[in-house]
């Protein structure tokens, strides 16, 4: 069994990468990550992934 650390909100505290969706502010979770990829409709973020680490 891995035990990871939990951070805020249950998330690790430094994943490799992201995946926030549009509703309830995950999109402004990890702001030290870089956008990697974003899906976007009109102008609007629908999901963004972020890279965290590196390599």
Not at 7 to 17: E, F, N, Q, T, V
Not at 43 to 55: E, V
């Amino acid at each position: 069994m891995i035990k990871m650390p939990i951070g805020a909100w249950g998330k690790a505290p430094d994943p490799d990468y992201y995946l926030a969706i549009s509703r309830y502010d995950y999109l402004q979770a990890f702001p030290h990550c870089p956008i990697f990829h974003a899906v976007q409709r009109q102008d609007t973020p629908l999901t963004i992934i972020k890279r965290c680490r590196q390599p």
